[in-house]
């Protein structure tokens, strides 16, 4: 797939590894929608990068933000072409820690954004784009990351190495 004239859907676009992909597509000539949670860098993201950029404050993990940040792309860009997902969080906890087991509410929320909350951008992205036109043979692409920790986890990260693992 060519990045030029692309619409990608980056989520964690705001910093790290998202918005160095944010900077290299709108590099090559494509248009971006950053899902982040941290609107202050998100919209400094777009005040820097200019009129090919747009930022929508979003909760992977919650359906209907996810949806609206979705609608809100396809109003303003017309399609989406590529979804790749960075969005994630951490969180030390134990299984059985000084204060006993780790509470189960702590585990799902990183579970919740990191593994969730990746198929549900995914889901809804593909939902758009199966109703682009064949190029190549391909509607779009989707590219998920995960993490080492999926196969090596570390003391204290139960649920994020879970989550990585999905």
Known sequence: MKIENSVAVITGGAS???LATVEKFVAM???VSIFDFNDIAGAAVVERL?????????????????K???????????MINICINYAGIGGAGKTVGKNGALPLSDFNKIL?????????VLSNAAEQMVKNELVNGERGVIINTASVAAYEGQIGQAAYSASKGG
């Not at 200019?50 to 996810?66: L, P, R, T, Y």
């Not at 940040?69 to 017309?78: G, H, S, V, Y």
């Not at 919740?112 to 549900?120: D, E, H, I, K, S």
């Open 112 to 120: 919740q954004v990191n593994l969730v909350g990746t198929f549900n």
């Open 50 to 66: 200019g009129d090919n950029v747009m930022f929508v404050k979003v909760n992977v993990a919650d359906e209907e933000s996810v």
């Open 29 to 31: 000539g494509a248009k």
């Open 68 to 78: 609206a940040a979705i609608a809100a792309t396809i109003a303003r860009f017309k």
């Open 16 to 18: 790290g590894l998202g």
